[in-house]
T-cell receptor
Framework: DVKVTQSSRYLVKRTGEKVFLECVQDMDHENMFWYRQDPGLGLRLIYF???????EKGDIPEGYSVSREKKERFSLILESASTNQTSMYLC????????????FGPGTRLTVT | GQNIDQPTEMTATEGAIVQINCTYQTSGFNGLFWYQQHAGEAPTFLSYNVLDGLEEKGRFSSFLSRSKGYSYLLLKELQMKDSASYLCAAMDSNYQLIWGAGTKLIIKP
């Protein structure tokens, strides 16, 4: 079974803090994704990566950055957290670029106060 | 622009059949996906359609009409555990998934 793990299920941070969300997959997948999920808006793509040290902006990259130093690990960084970044963050992976199934981690519910 | 539309919420009775509709507009098309998401959990893959027609998988079936930009997910013999949100997503020409906001399905005894 593919396993995607995220470093925290729940996180509370203060405005202005730097926040790191970690994601690890154990199936040697090439692709990794970071989404945020908000009520009524569906999943929105923040950043994705097709290879180590490679990153591409998604639909809403502002206020975020990512790092992929190893194939299995994809980190999302909030440089200076703001209250409008309070959300559920979901990491996903898929085997290759045109793979149709994405495997999701359990999510991190981030609250910024 | 790219857009996915699906109903916000539906209610059905245990043992019955329910159809969740989805319409999409994307730049190019590489398939239509359905995911199930229970409250507080990660989405899990249900089905994938790239050709017109019906794909059946147990109690769940998914239909696609590419010319109409339309898909539906059909759930038969509803069980209480089917209470969840159902997410429709279309893959565009860049192999990116465009997601709908999800349909919350409530099953009543």
């Amino acid at each position: 079974d593919v396993k995607v793990t995220q470093s925290s299920r729940y996180l509370v941070k203060r405005t202005g803090e730097k926040v790191f969300l970690e994601c690890v997959q154990d199936m040697d997948h090439e692709n990794m994704f970071w989404y945020r999920q908000d009520p009524g808006l569906g999943l929105r793509l923040i950043y994705f990566s097709y290879d180590v040290k490679m990153k591409e902006k998604g639909d809403i990259p502002e206020g975020y950055s990512v790092s992929r130093e190893k194939k299995e690990r994809f980190s999302l960084i909030l440089e200076s957290a703001s209250t409008n970044q309070t959300s559920m963050y979901l990491c996903a992976s898929s085997p290759t670029r045109n793979s149709y199934e994405q495997y999701f981690g359990p999510g991190t519910r981030l609250t910024v106060t | 622009g790219q857009n996915i539309d699906q109903p916000t919420e539906m209610t059905a009775t245990e043992g019955a059949i329910v159809q969740i509709n989805c319409t999409y507009q994307t730049s190019g098309f590489n398939g239509l996906f359905w995911y199930q998401q229970h409250a507080g959990e990660a989405p899990t893959f249900l089905s994938y359609n790239v050709l017109d027609g019906l794909e059946e998988k147990g109690r769940f079936s998914s239909f696609l009409s590419r010319s109409k930009g339309y898909s539906y997910l059909l759930l038969k013999e509803l069980q209480m555990k089917d209470s969840a949100s159902y997410l429709c997503a279309a893959m565009d020409s860049n192999y990116q998934l465009i997601w709908g906001a999800g349909t919350k399905l409530i099953i009543k005894p």
